[in-house]
């Protein structure tokens, strides 16, 4: 899969843009605040319907202008797609495939697959769950069909059980009605637990592997996903039996603080190095090397899923890492379609990464060079 041009009108700091972008790598580089991360941005949205930086699409139309569009031409297998998506100040927003009119984020999701990394990431290594389970969902959600409805209708379900333990504080009778969210919250919050699962399985063994090669054998990098269930067997009927026991056990814990403690809501990925936890134990620069382990584990398993590449979004990452990690990364990225971004190509140069296209950004205007 391949991104084969990018047009951009009134989106960001973009009026009218319209490039080409190279099989290989495509290096955008320039001053700070001209528009490099913004490319990235809008081939993210292609992506996953939504911007890696906001969740206002507002900001996302030009200053002076009312409406933006983002158009994305690429090369899937065989075949010639089109992302178009359409954002304007006063409706929602209007995403096509090929021409057609989508009703959902989701049938977007999965055509056009991304893997994002910017230093920014380091969040998922050092902060809270919520940012290990964002970049669960982001990845399952492009490769695995049913896991984005399943993860929207969890949280649906979530959110009115929540409400109908609020409600019980001071009308228990309405608990009558707590069996039906039960069930329904394990039915969809199991498969989440399922997916996650497998995907924690898969990823270890590779970003262990490719964590082991960086640190010159001297690290073991292991990855466990953390359930809020305890259960036995790995099936599907267990797991849900033992969802719903779980349930039913804290429910006067819920209600008390209104809000629901078992579930994929709760749920987190755990990082180890050398059996130390890395959010605690490890060194600014070993959280570093686990995160881009990580992130090329990321790549690999989605091409492992579908059978095919994604695309490779590189933000200021080479500047933050020391000249074996990027050494490691641009032998990796070779047959990948990467876009790069960064302030100065003279390291990048000396990096000997040939074949790539340059473009060099100045105010929202790009020159190829
Ligand atoms: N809605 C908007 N309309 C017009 N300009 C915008 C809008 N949103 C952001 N900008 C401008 O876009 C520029 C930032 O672009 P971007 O984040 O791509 O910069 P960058 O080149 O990646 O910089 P850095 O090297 O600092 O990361 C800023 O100058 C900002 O003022
Ligand atoms: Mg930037």
Not at 52 to 64: A, F, G, P, V, Y
Not at 84 to 99: A, P
Not at 354 to 367: L, Y
């Amino acid at each position: 899969m391949y991104i084969k041009r990018v047009n951009l009108n009134n989106y960001r700091n973009y009026k009218a843009l319209d490039i080409e972008l190279g099989e290989g790598i495509n290096i955008f580089y320039g001053q700070n605040a001209q528009g490099k991360t913004n490319i990235i941005e809008s081939v993210y949205m292609a992506s996953t319907g939504k911007s890696h930086r906001t969740q206002k699409d507002s900001e996302l139309i030009n200053w002076n202008s009312e409406d933006a569009r983002i158009k994305i031409d690429f090369q899937k297998e065989n075949d010639e797609k089109s992302i178009d998506i359409y954002m304007s100040r006063n409706i929602k927003k209007r995403i096509k495939l090929n021409g057609v009119r989508l009703s959902k984020i989701g049938e977007l999701i999965g055509n056009l697959n991304t893997v994002i990394f910017s230093p920014d990431h380091m969040k998922i290594i050092k902060e809270g769950p919520v940012e290990r389970r964002r970049f669960m969902d982001i990845i399952l959600s492009q490769v695995k069909p049913g896991y984005y409805y399943n993860l929207v209708q969890y949280l649906k379900v979530l959110e009115q059980r929540n409400n109908l333990l609020f409600e019980a504080r001071n009308n228990s009778n309405i608990l009558g009605t707590m069996d039906i969210w039960n069930e329904q919250l394990a039915d969809f919050g199991t498969k989440i637990i399922m997916t996650r699962n497998y995907f924690v399985n898969k990823i270890c063994n590779i970003a262990a592997d490719t964590h082991e090669k960086i640190s010159n054998g001297k690290e073991i990098l292991k990855l466990k996903y953390n359930s809020s269930i305890e259960y036995q067997a790995n099936s599907e009927r267990d797991i849900k039996k033992s969802f719903i026991n779980a349930l039913e056990k804290s429910i006067s814990i819920d209600i008390k603080r209104g809000a629901t403690h078992k579930g994929p809501h709760r749920e987190d990925i755990l990082f180890f190095i050398n059996d130390k936890e890395v959010k605690t134990y490890s060194s600014q620069g070993q959280q570093r090397t686990a995160l881009l382990s990580l992130k090329i584990s990321e790549l690999k398993y989605m091409e492992e899923e579908t059978e095919e590449l994604p695309i490779l979004l590189l933000d200021d990452v080479f500047s933050e890492l020391d000249n074996e990690r990027q050494k490691y990364l641009v032998n990796f990225i070779k047959n990948i379609q990467t876009v790069i971004t960064c302030t100065d190509v003279e390291y990048l140069e000396k990096l000997n990464i040939n074949d790539s296209r340059v473009f060099k950004v100045i105010g929202g205007t790009i020159v190829k060079e």
